[in-house]
């Protein structure tokens, strides 16, 4: 398992990405999903900073990878004041189409394998998966 801990400052993006690259390499993941990837890794970081750290630039987010045979898994966590999953509203509800914003954790279900949330009072956690052939 190979991780990387970044403060939390949206600056951070563009090493998150290639450190990502790195990790996709490495396991030798399929171009035709790599971009799904990147997407829902950017979104799981982009929030933790947002939201878990409160763009304060002495929180940290955790990255961890693991890989194995013909899949990947990505595990985001931050420190923050948690929130409840299951009260995020459904992006693709029409009273919610046209708000910006929102889309993060329906993306990262969307787009992966599979994938989970942990969240409490003492931080958030995000494991997500890809498999391929």
Request: proline share 5%; with cysteine.
């Amino acid at each position: 398992m190979d991780h990387l801990l970044i403060p939390g400052r949206l600056e951070e993006l563009e090493q998150v990405h290639e450190w990502t690259m790195r990790q996709l390499d490495r396991a030798a993941v399929p171009a035709d999903i790599r971009h799904n990837v990147l997407l829902a890794l950017s979104e799981c970081v982009t929030n933790a900073i947002r939201h878990g750290c409160n763009s304060c630039k002495t929180n940290k987010v955790k990255l961890e990878c693991k890989t194995d045979d013909r899949q990947i898994t990505f595990i985001v966590r931050d420190r923050g004041a948690g929130f409840a999953p299951e009260l995020v509203p459904d992006p693709t509800n029409g009273q919610f189409l046209h708000r910006p914003g929102g889309r993060g954790v329906y993306l990262v279900k969307a787009l992966t394998n599979e994938s989970s949330i942990e969240s409490s009072c003492d931080g958030t956690s995000v494991t997500f998966r890809f498999r391929w052939n």
